[in-house]
């Protein structure tokens, strides 16, 4: 089955500074690819996705990039705020026309954005 | 509109009891999914429901099981708990529709004592 690495496992950095975290799936048919966002105590979000027919996205200051031939993809956040700080998770699926649906997840990463 | 209603909220079971868990995905979905997050090992997929049936199962034992009623409301059960079994369980709702969102529930935290 897939399976999902994450790196890295904490990530700590300084208020506007950028933050960058890594995965990479095992599985080359997977096709979707959301990062969800857990604040303590609360349930994951998601705050951005990219399907296997795009290179990358971008949403004000998140952007998700994906390298299908090397089978990762990551998370770029610019210009951090206190507020991002939270864990956030990555995920692959393979869904196919009305076939099932799956997350893999991967481990998460508690970024720490220091003011 | 309403989001993903799990309950309840918080359960304290003792060893060999069983529990049921109950998920409400958003008005109009069709697909259920149940996760397992723990410190160690994260968010484990258990298994998905669509219009009632089970499409796919994760790595866990028959202890964990599941169904999905004509509303979409799904229930999980596991049965003869064991102290592993603690963990926040989540659902997730999603439309059907390949590669849409997953919306997730505020999660039941399952504590076996």
């Known amino acids: 089955g897939e399976n999902v690495e994450q790196h890295p496992s904490t990530l700590s950095v300084q208020e506007g500074d950028s933050a960058v975290i890594k995965c990479t799936y095992s599985?080359?048919?997977?096709?979707?690819f959301p990062w969800y966002k857990q604040e303590l105590g609360k349930r994951p979000q998601l705050i951005i996705d990219?399907?296997?027919?795009?290179g990358e996205k971008k949403d004000q200051r998140i952007a998700v990039t994906l390298n299908k031939t090397a089978k990762h993809f990551s998370l770029h956040i610019t210009e951090t705020q206190p507020e991002d700080s939270a864990v956030y998770f990555c995920?692959?699926?393979?869904?196919?026309?009305?076939?099932?649906?799956?997350?893999?997840f991967g481990k998460g990463t508690l970024l720490t954005v220091n003011p | 509109k309403a989001g993903v209603t799990q309950t309840p909220r918080y359960l304290i079971k003792t060893r060999g009891q069983q529990v049921t868990l109950s998920c409400s995905p958003i008005?109009?979905?069709?697909?259920v999914s149940w996760y397992q997050q723990t410190p160690g090992q994260g968010l484990q997929f258990l298994f998905e429901?669509?219009?009632?049936?089970?499409?796919n199962k994760g790595n866990f034992p028959g202890r964990f099981s599941g169904r999905q009623f004509s509303n979409s409301r799904s229930e999980m059960n596991v049965s003869t708990l064991e102290l592993g079994d603690s963990a926040l369980y989540l659902c997730a709702s999603t439309s059907g529709i390949q590669n849409t969102e997953a919306f997730f529930g505020q999660g039941t935290r399952l504590t076996v004592v």
């Open positions: 995920a692959a699926s393979m869904n196919s026309g009305g076939s099932n649906y799956k997350l893999t």
């Open positions: 990219i399907r296997s027919n795009v």
């Open positions: 429901y669509f219009s009632e049936t089970q499409r």
């Open positions: 008005s109009g979905h069709r697909s």
């Open positions: 599985d080359s048919a997977s096709n979707y």
